[in-house]
């Protein structure tokens, strides 16, 4: 009885750190609706966002009246290139938005939910295995969990964990990250392709090379053709771009499809988290009950 | 006589351990997440986080066990996507792995020094994709162990190098080496 007395005491887990590990790694997969070390995590990050204001501030006082000038110059040069820079990657997406329209009326029909901006404050992974960014944008700002993280209409990832005022974006290229998708041909409108984007944890996760699952062996995919995200899933609006399918490998009883993604990931210094929440189950049944009586 | 004296030289205090520990896993977290991947050499990526890892089991004084290779674990953890304490177990069976193996071999040899470290690195990369995998994340064992011998095979002739540099920095940071071959930190 002493004996046991001695191995669960507090000074017997310090002395054996590897236990004490194992308890806290059970602990954070057994309890993941507690979000400890999310919470923690999200701690670490809190400077970094404090630190990254949305407009660069500091002491006028002292400067006479052509230095004010000359800054603010400057100040509204960088907006100006940081906004053309913008206005290219949205013009590009707006352009391949409408090709696709045009053959699929119903994607030109698939209204975004409203958008909030957000400056990226860190990009990267101190793991090989992992990819994601962070955000200053968080909960204050009506950021949840599992939102969609897009920039202009292509999809870069959904939001992970949200702190107040910051946020971190599981990219598309993390291995936990999984979207339904479909394939779509402009030449053929209405023969779409099913399939689930997944993570591969590319090592190069600056120009992605993703994959689609689950693609059943007689759907007609080829090079060229693009990716959309479906509502199949209810988690990411439909019709957001995801790449163009580069590869098609026939597999044992599916096809696997090997994509590349629309951008480059490393370049992204603004994105928008996009104010959409997964429906309720019953919600999506009705919704997919309604559209098969349609 | 002389064990009794290496192993009174093992034991001796470490000195600004936590520190050091955490001012290392602090930078190489910046170099991982912001400067290597800028590099994009993919599959071939060094892993030198784990190889810092795999010198603190090797040298570090023996004294608090594998707590500064589990700290050095959390730090990674803490800049990371993936559960936390995947990295602190994974530290932890390196240290002690990396104990045993001191008893057989030498690493101050440049020839033992990168085998410890393909080794390490490897099984520190598989374990992690082990953990992905019990997830429900993996990306197939395959790619996973090429992605893990790619990175071991990259990471391994760093050894040869860091570890005599490391060995100078604490030198000149005035940490003593005892007869065994440990560091006091």
Not at chain 1, 154 to 183: E, K
Not at chain 1, 244 to 250: S, T
Request: with cysteine; hydrophobic share 50%.
């Amino acid at each position: 009885m002493p004996r046991l007395r001695e191995k669960l005491s507090l000074l017997w887990l310090v002395q054996h750190p590897l236990v004490a590990t194992c308890i806290l790694l059970a602990l954070t997969l057994l309890l993941p609706y507690t979000r400890v070390a999310e919470r923690l995590k999200l701690v670490t990050f809190l400077p970094l966002a404090h630190a990254a204001p949305d407009v660069p501030q500091a002491e006028e006082s002292g400067l006479s009246e052509t230095e004010r000038a000359r800054r603010e110059l400057l100040f509204e040069r960088e907006r100006v290139a940081q906004l053309a820079a913008e206005n290219a990657a949205l013009a590009a997406a707006l352009a391949g938005a409408r090709a696709l329209a045009e053959p699929d009326p119903a994607f030109a029909a698939a209204v975004l939910p409203p958008a909030v901006p957000a400056r990226v404050i860190f990009h990267g992974d101190a793991s090989t295995w992992r990819h994601c960014l962070w955000i200053n944008r968080g909960r204050a700002h009506g950021i949840v969990e599992f939102m969609p993280v897009v920039s202009g209409r292509t999809l870069i990832g959904r939001v992970y964990m949200a702190g107040d005022n910051h946020a971190c974006v599981q990219l598309v290229t993390d291995p936990g990250f999984a979207a339904s998708c479909v394939i779509v041909d402009p030449a053929r409108p209405g023969a779409a392709a099913r399939g689930v984007l997944r993570g591969n944890a590319s090592a190069r996760p600056h120009f992605p090379r993703l994959e689609l699952e689950d693609v059943p062996l007689g759907d007609s995919v080829s090079a060229g053709q693009r990716v959309l995200t479906s509502d199949f899933s209810g988690q990411f609006p439909p019709g957001l771009n995801v790449g163009v399918v580069r590869e098609v490998i026939p597999q044992a009883g599916f096809l696997q499809v090997r994509l590349e993604a629309d951008l480059d990931l490393a370049r992204l210094d603004v994105v928008q988290v996009l104010l959409h929440k997964r429906p309720e189950l019953e919600a999506q049944a009705l919704a997919l009950l309604r559209r098969g009586k349609g | 006589m002389n064990a009794a004296r290496a192993f009174l030289e093992r034991t001796v205090a470490p000195r600004a351990r936590w520190r050091l520990l955490l001012a290392a896993g602090l930078g190489l977290s910046a170099l991982h997440a912001l400067a290597l991947p800028r590099l994009n050499l993919g599959e071939y990526t060094p892993d030198l986080f784990t190889l810092f890892a795999l010198y603190v089991g090797l040298y570090a004084s023996r004294q608090g066990r594998y707590w500064p290779s589990l700290v050095l674990g959390l730090v990674r953890d803490f800049f990371s996507l993936g559960l936390l304490g995947v990295y602190a177990v994974l530290y932890s069976l390196l240290h002690k792995a990396a104990s045993r193996a001191r008893t057989k071999l030498d690493p101050d040899s440049p020839l033992v020094a990168p085998l410890l470290a393909f080794g390490g690195v490897f099984a520190v990369n598989a374990g992690c994709h082990f953990l992905l995998a019990a997830g429900g994340a993996g990306v197939g064992w395959n790619a996973a162990l090429g992605r893990a011998a790619a990175t071991a095979a990259v990471t391994a002739p760093f050894a040869i190098a860091v570890f005599p540099l490391l060995h100078w920095v604490l030198a000149r940071l005035g940490y003593v080496r005892s007869q065994g071959g440990f560091f006091n930190f």
